[in-house]
């Protein structure tokens, strides 16, 4: 028999806000596929959700065993939406960053979203009206010391987000992306280092914000969502800047 539940595949489930997306949709009645490399944490998370959630272990950075993961989840059926939540971060100046520490913020933020788009076409496809989501930032609006590369990888989140909306419209796949600024997610609050702007601008999301907005982007028809109107009012701000004054406004808000 055929599951008429809607389907979501979220990767980064462990912890932060991948968590808790899982729990929001499931609390929507969706079906919800659970991946992170954290296979003991995921297992936690399945148990209290119950039988709408199952777990699949997967490293975003292999582009095989993020297709196995997914194939293990759809089956021969079709799914409503990929969650691409996978992200790591590092918030430090470039110069006092390990280059192999840079390299893995590319491979997880970049090509982990990469791989789970292009694994998760075809069940994307077969499930018709589907969403692809992904998690952005603020740091994609205009770069971001102490997280240059971080930042980078946010601005290829965003691009790659805007280029495939336009490619998958015709197949009935939306294509979006969520920006937000710092979230109290044990990413920010239990780095071992951070950024001058943290401090600035304060920790002022819960990881259940972004969640909603998350659920609300699975049926929606927005290219980019804001979790808060402080972050889109700073977004059309900084639009309506010149180029090259751009930097000007950034400095007193990261501290330089």
């Known amino acids: 028999m055929t599951d008429a539940r809607k389907s979501i595949f979220i990767?980064?489930?462990?912890?932060?806000?991948?968590?808790?997306?899982?729990?929001?949709?499931?609390?929507?009645?969706w079906r919800v596929g659970l991946?992170?490399?954290?296979?003991?944490?995921?297992a936690g998370l399945q148990a209290e959700l119950g039988d709408q959630a199952s777990v699949h272990p997967a490293d975003v950075r292999d582009s095989a065993a993020i297709g196995a993961a997914l194939a293990a989840f759809c089956g021969?059926?079709?799914?409503?939406?990929?969650?691409?939540?996978?992200g790591i971060l590092e918030m430090r100046t470039f110069a006092d960053s390990s280059v192999e520490r840079l390299h893995d913020i590319v491979a997880v933020n970049v090509n982990g979203v990469i791989n789970g788009i292009h694994a998760a076409l075809p069940y994307l496809r077969r499930a018709g009206s589907a969403h692809i989501i992904s998690m952005s930032s603020v740091?994609?609006?205009?770069?971001?010391?102490?997280?240059?590369?971080?930042?980078?990888?946010?601005?290829a989140v965003r691009g790659l987000t805007e280029a495939l909306n336009i490619e998958f419209e015709a197949e009935g796949i939306w294509v979006c992306d969520v920006m937000v600024a710092y979230v109290a997610t044990p990413m920010v609050l239990s780095a071992e280092t951070q950024a001058k702007s943290v401090g600035?601008?304060?920790v002022n999301v819960q990881a259940e914000q972004v969640a909603q907005t998350v659920l609300a982007a699975a049926s929606g028809r927005q290219v980019h969502w804001f979790v808060t109107d402080a972050d889109q009012r700073t977004a059309k701000a900084v639009d309506a800047t010149p180029w090259e004054e751009r930097r000007r406004v950034m400095k007193p808000i990261t501290g330089f």
Request: charged share 15%; aromatic share 8%; with cysteine.
């Open 11 to 29: 990767t980064g489930a462990a912890s932060g806000i991948g968590r808790a997306s899982a729990r929001a949709f499931v609390a929507a009645g």
């Open 35 to 42: 991946s992170d490399l954290d296979a003991s944490a995921l």
């Open 76 to 86: 021969d059926g079709g799914l409503n939406a990929l969650f691409n939540c996978a």
């Open 139 to 155: 740091a994609a609006i205009y770069g971001v010391p102490e997280e240059a590369v971080y930042s980078a990888s946010k601005f």
């Open 200 to 202: 600035i601008l304060g």
